[in-house]
């Protein structure tokens, strides 16, 4: 049957993991128990006690919260902007622009992430030198409590707006032209246009949209890897460095509690979003 | 603007509205070329910062062209660092994975949208179900059954897990639906296996949706980070992105040529394969993206 190599690697390598870390986010399974498995025992919420309770966890999930809070308004804002300018207010050079802001897209975040660090370097970095030129005194930006997290952000978004302004763009012209000349002969103004005929009609994709920039920011990991390894003082750790930092000590059974965690936040995110955007409608 | 076929001069209004928007516009394209040169800097910084000297490139005010363009980063980069290893080890990985992909996802897709059998609605949503699942769930429990299965440090234990994924079958089901029922008909009636009908019917009509997952999976693997970084544990097996974020926060953290070099290395094959096939890359992120 045509289905069949494809169902065996699916349960092995897909399905199964999702089961067994639920499972294993109940036992005290560490590395060293690999090669005797039956040293593994249940611990009931242990795991999920400590996950709660460790003053470093709580830190990653309100820098993750900042991170994504932040973030995803930023990223869908730009690509927003960029798809309205791109389908109506230009005739020319379309193409350049769209897949220019898409570039970054294809890029490796750990590539990008090794050259922001170095555009961010305080007294070198390009960053701070155009900021010179207008007489503003740049922070060291990867060094401060203050700023790592916002350049992050920065960064993060420069780098994922094309996705969002490509799916805008083939929403935006789902938009019957029709319906504006119609309310441009009624004498509405682009900005009634935009908020009465273009934002309801492109509720769909906005959910889809904030859904998946959401979903993926809530796991961010390569940025502060490379920039920061999660500092200055643990100001940019994130969940997933913070499980990837606990699979690393073998800890594998709270590894997996934190990882159930970050999923069940994702679950709720999305459910919230969902909600969010029926109800306004 | 699409009033412009309207007359003018039985609207009065419109007349100041037009030459509005003829200005806005000249105002839209400067600040979309800002926004063009703000997505593309880091990019040609990157790569001219490839050739400068480590000198060079901690002067302040920071230089734009080389002064004196060199060489020697690449040369580190491949003769002292083995790029030249991971670059073949991202490509056997990514060319693997793709392969398994466009092979196995068009054939459970073909079942999925044309051919009926017990259990299939089960099937499609289980699949379904783990697209929203994300890698950082998985990983932990993973790694145990691939050290398990003993292919810890291994090329399968690169390849295995992403041989398949819903995503493809996804895609390949939804193209697969909107090919005609009377080909496949016809060949049934002259008695072809459903094999052959996959083979020769199916997979020549599928071009355009294997073409799609072929590239935005091909992009996924090159740049997938997490899963190598886990099961590649030897340089032997690893991957450009791997190897160049252990470089950047290991003992070469300010080396900064040869980091800019490795980044080149990393972004411009893709960014050229990107180039090349930027159309199937919009369509296929439009199409997951309205569906």
Same mark, same amino acid.
């Given at each position: 049957m045509l289905a069949l190599p494809f169902l065996l690697l699916f349960t092995v390598f897909t399905a199964w993991p999702v089961i067994s870390s639920l499972y294993m986010s109940f036992t005290d399974i560490k590395?060293?128990?690999?090669?005797?498995?039956?040293n593994v025992s249940f611990v009931g919420f242990e795991n999920y006690a400590r996950v709660f309770a460790d003053e470093t966890f709580r830190k990653s999930a309100l820098n993750t919260a900042y991170f994504v809070v932040v973030a995803v308004p930023l990223t869908l804002g730009i690509a927003l902007a960029a798809a309205l300018a791109l389908d109506k207010g230009i005739t020319r050079f379309r193409t350049l622009f769209r897949v220019g802001y898409f570039t970054?897209?294809?890029?490796?975040i750990v590539a990008v992430a090794v050259v922001w660090r170095f555009l961010l370097?305080?007294?070198?970095g390009l960053v701070n030198t155009v900021l010179g030129w207008v007489g503003i005194n740049g922070p060291d930006w990867l060094g401060s409590t203050t700023w790592s997290m916002p350049s992050l952000i920065v960064m993060a978004s420069w780098r994922n707006f094309g996705t969002a302004m490509i799916i805008f763009l083939a929403g935006l012209q789902s938009v019957p032209v029709m319906l504006h000349e119609a309310a441009a002969i009624d004498g509405a103004s682009s900005w009634q246009q935009f908020r009465h005929i273009t934002v309801p009609l492109l509720r769909p994709t906005l959910l889809f949209v904030s859904i998946t920039t959401g979903v993926g920011y809530l796991q961010f990991f390569e940025e502060p890897f490379v920039m920061t390894q999660g500092g200055?003082?643990?100001?940019?750790?994130s969940i997933s460095m913070f499980t990837y930092h606990q699979f690393g000590f073998g800890n594998y059974g709270f590894a997996a509690a934190t990882s159930y965690v970050l999923f069940v936040i994702i679950v709720a995110l999305t459910a919230v979003q969902f909600r969010l955007f029926r109800s306004n409608t | 603007m699409t009033t412009n076929t309207l007359s003018t001069d039985t609207l009065p209004s419109k007349t100041s509205r037009n030459k509005r928007s003829g200005s806005s516009r000249w105002w839209l394209y400067v600040v979309l070329t800002l926004g063009f040169i703000a997505v593309i800097t880091p990019f040609v910084w990157m790569i001219l910062g490839s050739f400068k000297s480590q000198g060079e490139l901690l002067?302040?005010?920071?230089?734009? $062209?080389?002064?004196?363009?060199?060489l020697n980063n690449y040369r580190q980069l491949f003769d002292k660092a083995s790029f030249g290893r991971y670059f073949a080890n991202s490509i056997l990985v990514a060319v693997a994975v793709t392969a398994g992909n466009l092979l196995f996802c068009s054939m459970v897709g073909y079942a999925l949208a044309k051919m009926n059998f017990r259990g299939k609605k089960l099937v499609f949503t289980l699949v379904m179900g783990t697209? $929203?699942?994300?890698?950082m769930v998985t990983f932990v429990p993973l790694f145990v059954l691939v050290a398990n299965l003993g292919l810890v440090d291994s090329y399968p234990g690169l390849i295995l897990p992403f041989l398949v994924g819903p995503f493809g079958v996804f895609l390949m089901r939804q193209f697969i639906i909107g090919l005609p029922d009377e080909l496949l008909d016809a060949a049934r009636v002259d008695g072809a296996s459903e094999l052959r009908i996959f083979r020769q019917i199916i997979l020549p009509l599928c071009g355009p949706g294997l073409a799609t997952l072929g590239i935005l999976t091909f992009l996924g693997s090159w740049n997938n980070f997490l899963w190598p970084l886990v099961?590649?544990?030897?340089?032997?097996?690893?991957t450009l992105p791997v190897a160049l974020a252990l470089f950047s926060t290991g003992?070469?953290?300010?080396n900064y040529g040869l980091l800019l070099a490795g980044a080149t290395v990393v972004v411009v094959p893709i960014v050229i394969v990107f180039l090349i096939f930027q159309r199937r890359f919009s369509e296929g992120i439009a199409t997951t993206g309205i569906k």
């Open positions: 590395s060293r128990d690999l090669r005797s498995p039956f970054p897209v294809v890029t490796s370097q305080p007294d070198s200055p003082l643990d100001s940019t750790i | 002067r302040s005010p920071p230089t734009w $062209l080389p002064e004196s363009p060199t697209l $929203l699942i994300p890698g099961v590649a544990q030897t340089q032997e097996h690893y003992q070469n953290v300010t």
